[in-house]
């Protein structure tokens, strides 16, 4: 096989890629939050007509990324004034059809969905940044591989939770492998942790764990740094695993 492309360009277009998701996501968080405001005790004023304004942002969102399985707004419990969760996700069933997704918010309750624990929230409303977090399976059921991409959800200077979308690892690869299979080389994307996503090599399966240092293999750190992602590739006559 003849390599069809330089790695640095193989870097370069999948930092494109996942700037253009982080940009995507951004732009999501805004629509959705432009017109919600907060009572005099600083708590979200969540009618009827503003739930039905984010489906309609939710779905055009989906309907423009056919990458993306679902998407919406996740609220801390302060921001409700409430024990119990609560979020505004949409879900594809289809290329054209998108349903909302009713999560288990009430403590204690049959499959109870304690999202202020996982990472993509800590980090989005506690700590204030994007993340992108996973592989793991999925909440939702279908047994598959996710990533879950969030932005602080911000209204009027106070975060208020996190605004997200979630992308099957299936679907992730199909997008960005055909890039990585332009290299004779093995290619393999990891996650911020270091877990595998996808690649060209059989060795390195889904969610299996890269430790930092693998003989005959290197890593490079890509952007955005938000994201934390690392493209791992085999030296240049060094035998593989």
Known sequence: MTDL????????????????????????????????????????????????RLKTVAAQFLLNNEHIDGCGLIFAHSALGTENGHLEWWVREDDARFARYSFGVVPGADRYYDYEQHEWFVRSFEQG??????????????ESYVLTLTVPAVVNGNRLGAVGNDIQLEDLERALLPLLQQREQELVLLSHHGNVL??????FLPGDYVPDSLPGYAREALSPQAMGLQLLYALPGEASL
């Open 198 to 203: 996808f690649g060209t090599s059989a060795q």
């Open 129 to 142: 940044e994007s993340a992108l977090v996973g592989p793991y399976i999925d909440y939702l059921g279908v």
């Open 5 to 52: 492309i330089t790695l640095p360009a193989v870097r370069e277009r999948l930092e494109t890629w996942f700037a253009e998701r982080l940009l995507a996501i951004d732009a999501l968080a805004v629509e959705m939050l432009a017109k919600m405001h907060l009572d005099d005790n600083g708590i979200l004023d969540l009618s009827e007509s503003a739930r039905r």
